[in-house]
């Protein structure tokens, strides 16, 4: 569901919002000592593969299917084969795997995240090793789409993973 949208002139930038499945994992070590959690925003097309996956072999996967050069080292030994899957479509939103760390501080800003935070600390740390549908939440965000690159904040929590 896309609420708006605005494009600034000249900037070629459009920024909506609208609701859309994340996925939450445990944070790089420096950040998950202070409570901080991942939040993922993954291309449709990419996330069967990256199921069961950590974030850096998502992350890969994902560079790999967009590279035009699949021979780069962080493109062999992968889990799936890179050649059968298809390059992205050029109009896909995000156009790449997103990611984004929260710290507790965000509690007070973003709705519904203390949700987040709670089921995060009532689960099993290694639940949240991989991307699975068990980490998977609806949110409502605000995305950023520009020449340079694609961005996304978490507005509101409207879900949290089972």
């Known amino acids: 569901m896309v609420v708006g949208a605005l ?15 994340l996925f939450v994992v445990n944070s790089t070590p420096n950040a998950s000592a202070q409570g901080a959690l ?3 925003w993954i ?26 050069n ?8 992968l889990p799936v084969d890179i050649s059968r899957i298809p390059k992205y479509p050029r109009d ?14 965000a509690s007070g800003v973003i ?10 600390d009532r689960g099993q740390k290694a639940d ?5 549908l068990n980490a998977r939440f609806k949110a409502r965000i605000r995305a950023k ?8 904040n978490v507005l509101q929590v409207l879900t949290t993973p089972e």
């Open 92 to 105: 896909l939103y995000p156009s790449r795997v997103l990611g984004i760390t929260y710290f507790r501080t």
């Open 111 to 120: 709705e519904g995240i203390n949700t987040l935070f709670e089921r995060y």
């Open 7 to 21: 494009l600034l002139r000249g900037q070629q930038t459009a920024t909506q919002e609208r609701e859309a499945f």
């Open 145 to 152: 789409r520009s020449d340079d690159d694609d961005d996304f």
């Open 43 to 68: 291309p449709d097309p990419v996330l069967k593969y990256c199921l069961g996956r950590t974030r850096e072999q998502c992350v890969a996967i994902d560079y790999c299917i967009r590279t035009t």
């Open 128 to 132: 949240f090793d991989r991307v699975t």
């Open 70 to 77: 699949r021979n780069v080292s962080q493109c062999r030994n």
């Open 38 to 40: 991942d939040v993922l």
